[in-house]
């Protein structure tokens, strides 16, 4: 074989040995490629993933948020409703000694704080009307009253006039027992009930 054909075989190998390289390269390159592409679609997918997942928590937190604050408003206006029906009772609580109904209800006040000191012997506090009303008869009518109740005898006398609405103020003799049942002071022990009825009205 001569030296020119020597060359050319070489030659031709080489280019075959590139060729076939070139190729491999190129396919590893194409493999290269290909999984970075499959690598770089599947990170989108995540991170798309990820943000409509934080999309949704966001969303989600907005809600609630929104919801918590509007229940916050209605609780505050509930109360600001409640507190401006209790308001408007107190103030009907100031009218109440004028009517007809008083009478009966001012004879049971006075029952039920006598009988709630234990009777005996008994001062009884009013208001300036009151005290006029009150007269001998209707005490003796009260003292039978407690008596048949408590089953002991109960002697009432009346002590000084007081500034309440309504209602009375029942001491023990020695003082040692007192029972504040005065319109206001019932309304007051009772508030948390009357709220209670007011919003089962309202609501």
């Known amino acids: 074989m001569g030296a020119d054909k020597i060359t050319s075989k070489i030659l031709e190998d080489a280019e ?23 690598e770089a679609e599947k990170r989108k997918n995540e991170i798309i993933k990820k943000g409509e997942k934080e999309a949704e928590m ?21 109360e600001k409703l409640i507190g401006m029906a209790v ?22 006040l006075i029952i039920e704080g006598i009988t709630s000191v234990g009777g005996g012997e008994v001062i009884l506090e009013l208001n300036e009307k009151d005290y006029k009303e009150i007269d001998s008869k209707k005490l003796w009518e009260i003292e039978n009253k407690v008596e048949e109740l408590l089953k002991k005898p109960t ?6 006039v007081v ?5 009375c ?5 020695d003082n040692s027992k007192i029972c504040n049942n005065s319109l206001e002071a019932v309304f007051e022990r009772n508030l948390d009930d009357i709220k209670v009825k007011v919003a089962e009205l309202l609501f």
């Open 155 to 160: 002697i009432v006398k009346k002590g000084n």
């Open 58 to 78: 966001i969303k989600n937190r907005i809600i609630a948020e929104a919801r918590l604050n509007a229940k916050k408003m209605m609780l505050k206006e509930r």
């Open 87 to 108: 308001e408007k009772l107190k103030e009907d609580l100031t009218k109440l000694p004028g009517k007809g109904e008083y009478k009966t209800l001012l004879s049971k």
């Open 163 to 167: 500034n309440i609405i309504g209602g």
């Open 169 to 173: 103020i029942v001491k023990t003799n």
């Open 16 to 38: 075959r040995n590139a060729n076939s390289i070139k190729s491999e390269a190129q396919m590893e390159a194409d493999k290269i490629l290909e999984d970075a592409k499959k």
